[in-house]
T-cell receptor
């Protein structure tokens, strides 16, 4: 089992629809969860971060965290063609886990918003 | 305020050569992390530096090394370059060493090995 898993997609949604991106993680000790957007050939850009169970909203973006089920999701409302990108999920690994990796990344989900 | 800056933006090297990549963090950020990203993959953690000390190391060979300077800028060095080192190298900064804090990325250095 991969430590952070995402559906690679591509996820295709029509303009104006809600895009739902999901991420599961294996380490129950993880405390912080991040969503980054990456356009082709560019570097990752922080979209949202969430620490507590429940929903966190920022504009058209909502992050949802369920630690019991070990998943975190990102909802994009009123999707725009400019939202077309790869969305990366990153999860922190506790510092006392005996592993030097601090942030574990999924492979990303490709989102295409069609006009 | 300036974001994370990286230099150079692009670099072409041949096998066996050495390369140095540079990164300046956001003002006030004391932690710098380096990542390697190959096409179609998520970033792979290489190093984290905080207060000029190495605080984390990923599964990369000893050909990879880094350091952080008193002004918190950082260099990533790669010796004896291999074709497989071709990738986008990303630098990210955060205020402290805690991985709970969001990291902010520079534009990256695209390294091509011929």
């Amino acid at each position: 089992q991969k430590e952070v898993e995402q559906n690679s997609g591509p996820l295709s949604v029509p303009e104006g629809a809600i895009a739902s991106l999901n991420c599961t993680y294996s380490d129950r000790g993880s405390q912080s969860f991040f969503w980054y957007r990456q356009y082709s050939g560019k570097s990752p850009e922080l979209i949202m971060f969430i620490y507590s169970n429940g929903d966190k909203e920022d504009g058209r973006f909502t992050a949802q965290l369920n630690k019991a089920s070990q998943y975190v999701s990102l909802l994009i409302r009123d999707s725009q063609p400019s939202d077309s990108a790869t969305y990366l999920c990153a999860v922190n690994k506790p510092a006392n886990a005996g592993n030097n990796r601090k942030l574990i990344w999924g492979l990303g989900t490709s989102l295409a918003v069609n006009p | 305020d300036a974001g994370v800056t990286q230099s150079p933006t692009h670099l072409i090297k041949t096998r066996g050569q050495h390369v140095t990549l540079r990164c300046s963090p956001i003002s006030g950020h004391k932690s710098v992390s380096w990542y390697q990203q190959v096409l179609g993959q998520g970033p792979q953690f290489i190093f984290q530096y905080y207060e000029k000390e190495e605080r984390g190391r990923g599964n990369f060979p000893d050909r990879f090394s880094a350091r952080q300077f008193p002004n918190y800028s950082s260099e990533l060095n790669v010796n004896a370059l291999l074709l497989g080192d071709s990738a986008l190298y990303l630098c990210a900064s955060s205020p402290g060493q805690n991985s709970n804090q969001p990291q902010h990325f520079g534009d990256g250095t695209r390294l091509s090995i011929l």
